[in-house]
Structures are given as C-alpha cells and as structure tokens.
C-alpha cells in the first residue's frame, strides 16, 4: 500500500478572485470613482488592472482621466469605495474555496491570506471570513500579507515570500493558490507550487503549476500529491 504524500508546508490563498470573488465589487468601485472624474470605466481597463497592485491600478486610473487627479487622490477614493462596498454586503465565495480552508482548518495545515490589496481590505475580507465559517479571525489564517506592507507586491515573489517566513515554513514545500496572471507570476517566483485557477484572464500550464477550473473537489491530499510530485 503506498504510503500518503504529506500535506503542504502551507496553503498561501490569494484573495480577490480566488478566495472570494471581490472583482465585481472592485468593478463596481472603479467605476463609481472613474465616473466623478468624468471618466467611462470599462472591462476591458478592469482586465488590465486585475490582480493589482494598487499602485499600478491608480497609475491606470491617473492616465485615464488625462492627469486631472493625482494617483493619491484616486487610491485614497478606490480603497474607501471599495472597503464600504465589501463590508455592506456578504461574501461571494469562490467555488471549492471554502471547502479547501475548511479542511486545512480541521487538518491543522497552516493557511495565509496574501493580497495586493492594502490592509483594510485584507481585514473586511478576513472577518467576514471568519464570520461565514464561526471561528475568530485568528483561527482561519496563521499570517495575513497586505500589498502595502511589503516593500514589493505582486508579480514579486515578496509578498508570498514573507507569508512563509511568518508561518516559519519553507516557501518551497507551500502551495500558492491564485487567480491572475499577476498573482501567479509572484507564487512561481517565490518558488512554491502554483495553483492557477483562472477567473477573468485566461493562464496556460507551465513546471510547478497546476491550472484547474475552480477549486470544487480539490482536496489537501491532492495538494501534498503536486508538492511533492513537483519537488
């Protein structure tokens, strides 16, 4: 009888498209703020924006409104819009997603929540986290990772780099779960095994990456299998 492949290190979840489908509230965010200046947001610019980082986002958003507001401006209304939105209403889970933290919950496998978006975002995703599954904040993830407070935010390999060191794990044995081209690029040069679940922009399969359609179905076990048939 073969003998069980461990579980991972770490499960290092993304969250915007991949935990939770925050990308129509950020849609709708970015529309409302593009609109005070004047400015008709579509999806093909949300497509260039998604997976961030903020930074990158409001440079965007600053060139499409011809220059008229300052990327301050425009991050400072993004982050206040975005935040009422994602705390007024309930979470709209990924498929699979809470399946998967569920059963590393109950498995004692550590877990980190590692976004792009700053801090008060991360946290009104994470306690509306902990609300839907009964437990505190601090027993759902082990680490959370927010885009301004790494000195470099996804496609670097800090953000998820830094997950690992807070849980003392080797980034190496982790498994990064992520949705974006972006999100991605940062998992695979942190060195973890990737699982892409494409969202909105379409990724191909390379080495240390899996690409799978939504995360129904997929287990821990199956997760340790890809470590350590990758490693």
Do not use: N
Not at 6 to 13: D, I, K, Q, Y
Not at 137 to 165: C, W
Not at 217 to 223: D, H, K, N, R, S
């Amino acid at each position: 009888m073969a003998t069980p492949a461990p579980a991972p290190a770490a499960v290092l979840f993304d969250m915007d498209g991949t935990l939770v489908d925050t990308e129509e509230l950020w849609w709708r965010g970015e529309c409302e703020v593009m609109s005070g200046f004047g400015v008709t947001w579509t999806r093909e610019d949300q497509a260039v924006c998604l997976g961030g980082p903020l930074e990158r986002v409001t440079a965007y958003m600053r060139e499409r409104t011809g220059g008229i507001a300052s990327e301050r401006e425009i991050g400072d209304a993004l982050l206040g819009t975005v935040e009422r939105l994602m705390r007024g209403e309930p979470l709209a889970w990924r498929p699979g997603a809470a399946e998967l933290l569920r059963e590393c919950r109950a498995a004692g496998c550590p877990t980190a929540l590692v976004s792009a978006s700053h801090r008060p975002l991360v946290m009104a995703v994470a306690e509306g986290v902990a609300r839907d599954l009964g437990l505190p904040v601090d027993g759902i993830f082990e680490a959370t990772v927010a885009g301004d407070e790494v000195s470099d935010s996804k496609p670097h390999p800090e953000p998820y780099r830094a997950a690992a060191r807070l849980l003392g794990v080797a980034i190496e044995q982790c498994v990064v779960v992520e949705d974006s081209p972006t999100g991605v690029a940062s998992g695979q040069a942190s060195g973890a095994l990737v699982v892409a679940v494409p969202h909105i922009v379409s990724i191909p399969a390379a080495p240390r990456r899996v690409v799978l359609g939504s995360l129904e179905g997929v287990t821990l076990a199956q997760l340790g299998e890809w470590v350590t048939q990758t490693s």
